[in-house]
């Protein structure tokens, strides 16, 4: 159908960038990063350098002596590159060759509208924000040879979130995997899927997509590390769980953990009080953005119009938010689709790392012997194309982050 030149032009011209746009159109943090500085892994893995305590070595005195010299806690951190997205993508022959203009490849507006790459945005999203455990939601009830799977999830009313019809799922009780590649038939509500064959689980197995659970972090397995693992003052689950953040457990460097204001579980309400004082707490870096939920932003500016203070402005990066004033400084407040219920993640990015293979290449498309990249579908005219994004998110400085969760918000 294509020459290799064409061909290379309809991927790596409008194909691959339509991919990035739509990602970063869908995940503000993923779009936020990818606008900074990154990184190239010469390897498998990063070591990074990393401040774990400052140096108390400071003070007045009453005579002439010195403070008796202390260094700063440092430490080294180890960054696995992980396989974050692998994916295969069906493209219609008839629809590629009539996006044909004049020899050239896709129109990159005919491409955008055929939402392919709606799951590869979802799910890389949810990576970036998650604590990199590959974990969904999680049964909310006993299962023996049956297809209703009810679902809750720790940090989504909708447990459903990630789930579509047509996915494949594991599930995980700790590390003995109970479901096998179970394919997801319906989703039923927003606590309830059928799946297309009977299986059997325990009460809070965790459900995951397929082949990604791994017991111990390493390079080419899991998933990618995201905000909810670093702006935490624990250990990450699995795979994290034995080694901590970037090989760093919280026993061995109880400093190394984010500021987190929690309420056992109890539902309060968001209070310019509570915000200040996870700001107050920073130590090491700066909070230059506030991540959201949309019914956190209701709150906040409804508070705001009680004291006509309320105005979007276009912030961090193009993204329109709401400015928190703190210090004579604002901070924009930026909801994200993937951010959880009740949750307010505050970052320095300056100390976020996107760790990439290859600097503005997010994606790679296989290519076979000839150069080719779409593969036809034998006794159709279609045509297969597969890619993968290999990367990881670090972090230099943990306690410049928090995490504020427990907020009661609106039920609708």
């Not at 939402?115 to 970036?128: A, E, K, N, P, Y």
Request: charged fraction near 25%.
């Amino acid at each position: 159908m294509f020459d290799i030149e064409t061909e290379s032009k309809l991927f790596n011209i409008y194909i691959t960038p339509g991919v990035i746009a739509e990602i970063a159109a869908q995940s503000k943090m993923f779009d936020r990063i990818k606008k900074v500085d990154k990184l190239e892994l010469g390897g498998t893995a990063a070591k990074q350098r990393v401040l774990i305590k400052a140096s108390q070595s400071a003070r007045a005195s009453s005579d002439s002596g010195y403070p008796a010299p202390k260094q700063s806690t440092p430490a080294e951190t180890l960054i696995y590159l992980k396989r974050a997205m692998m994916f295969s993508m069906q493209f219609d022959g008839f629809a590629l060759e009539c996006a044909l203009k004049e020899g050239a490849a896709m129109d990159p507006e005919e491409f955008e509208k055929q939402g392919l790459f709606m799951t590869v945005i979802d799910d890389l999203s949810r990576q970036l924000i998650g604590d990199g455990s590959s974990r969904l939601c999680q049964a909310s009830a006993l299962g023996s040879g049956i297809k209703i799977l009810p679902v809750d999830s720790p940090y989504y009313a909708k447990a459903t979130k990630f789930l579509k019809p047509g996915r494949i799922i594991d599930g995980y009780l700790v590390a003995a995997q109970e479901i096998v590649s179970g394919e997801i038939d319906t989703v039923d509500s927003d606590t309830q899927v059928t799946l297309k064959a009977n299986a059997s689980w325990s009460n809070d197995c965790w459900i995951m997509n397929e082949k990604v659970f791994v017991a111990t972090e390493k390079a080419g397995t899991g998933e990618a590390m995201g905000l909810l693992g670093i702006c935490s003052n624990l250990d990450p689950p699995y795979p994290n769980a034995a080694n901590g953040l970037q090989q760093l457990p919280v026993g061995t460097y109880p400093d190394w953990k984010a500021v987190v204001k929690s309420n056992g579980g109890i539902k309060r309400p968001l209070s310019e009080d509570l915000i200040i004082s996870a700001i107050d707490d920073i130590e090491l870096g700066y909070i230059t953005a506030m991540l959201i939920t949309q019914k956190v932003r209701r709150v906040w500016v409804a508070y705001l119009r009680n004291f006509k203070e309320f105005g979007d402005k276009t912030m961090w990066g193009g993204w329109v938010g709401i400015p928190f004033y703190y210090d004579g400084k604002e901070i924009p407040m930026v909801p994200d689709k993937f951010v959880p219920d009740g949750h307010i993640l505050g970052i320095d990015e300056d100390k976020l790392t996107l760790y990439v293979t290859k600097k503005n290449a997010e994606v790679t498309w296989e290519k076979q012997r000839d150069g080719s990249i779409l593969q036809k579908v034998a006794g159709k005219n279609e045509y297969v194309a597969e890619g993968h994004i290999f990367l990881n998110m670090g972090v230099s400085v943990r306690k410049a982050f928090f995490k504020i969760n427990d907020i009661d918000e609106p039920t609708a």
